[in-house]
Structures are given as structure tokens and as C-alpha cells.
């Protein structure tokens, strides 16, 4: 199976950015990918995904501060986050966009934004 690794996330005050990475294991270019975030006693979401071809959709609540993207040379995906607010802490997460997630979740990568 496919391993996914997270890293990149961090504390940033409000109004700043970061950029977060998934690196998987295997090729993932067929694949449409989507990054999820899951808060504290939350369910976890989809946030924005990006299809084999580079077609892109976001949840309402990142439209227009975050860009999801990929590297299918490196199987890795990306998330820029700007504009970052208190509600975008969370542990975000990548996986497929099929089934909610066909692979193991990796462990995530935590972003905390401080107000």
C-alpha cells in the first residue's frame, strides 16, 4: 500500500502563511488527491483537492487563501495557506479523493494559528 508522510506544519500568527507537503511512497499521478484537516473533537474534512490533470476545488471556508498543487515527478502534494486564521488550526491530512482516503492515513502534520 501506499505510505503518505506530512510535514511542514508549525504555529503561525493570524494573517500569516505556510506551506505543507504529503510525500507518498508510490505514484500517485493517476490519482486524485485531496487534503483533509481534522480539528479537536471535529470530524475530519476535505479542504481542497487536485486531480491527475491539475483540476482544483476547495472548501468554502479556504476558497481564495489556499492552493493545493502536485508534483507528480517527486508523488508529492502541497497546500500554500495564506491569510491563515484561529479556525484553520487543525491536523491536516492527505490522501485520495476516491472513498475518502483509499490509503493508510499517514500521521499528519499539525498547523496551529495563534490569534
Known amino acids: 500500500q501506499v505510505q503518505l508522510v506530512e510535514s511542514g506544519g508549525g504555529l503561525v500568527q493570524a494573517g500569516g502563511s505556510l506551506t505543507i507537503a504529503c510525500a507518498a511512497s508510490e505514484s500517485i499521478f493517476t490519482y486524485a488527491m485531496a487534503w483533509y484537516r481534522q480539528a479537536p473533537g471535529m470530524q475530519r474534512d476535505l479542504v481542497a483537492l487536485i486531480t491527475g490533470g491539475g483540476t482544483t476545488d476547495y472548501a468554502e471556508s479556504v476558497k481564495e487563501r489556499f492552493t493545493i498543487s502536485r508534483d507528480n515527478d517527486k508523488n508529492t502534494v502541497y497546500l500554500q495557506m495564506n491569510r491563515l486564521r484561529p479556525e484553520d488550526t487543525a491536523v491536516y491530512y492527505c490522501?485520495?479523493?476516491?472513498?475518502?482516503?483509499?490509503?493508510?492515513w499517514g500521521q499528519g502534520t499539525q498547523v496551529t494559528v495563534s490569534s
Open positions: 490522501n485520495t479523493v476516491r472513498g475518502g482516503g483509499l490509503w493508510p
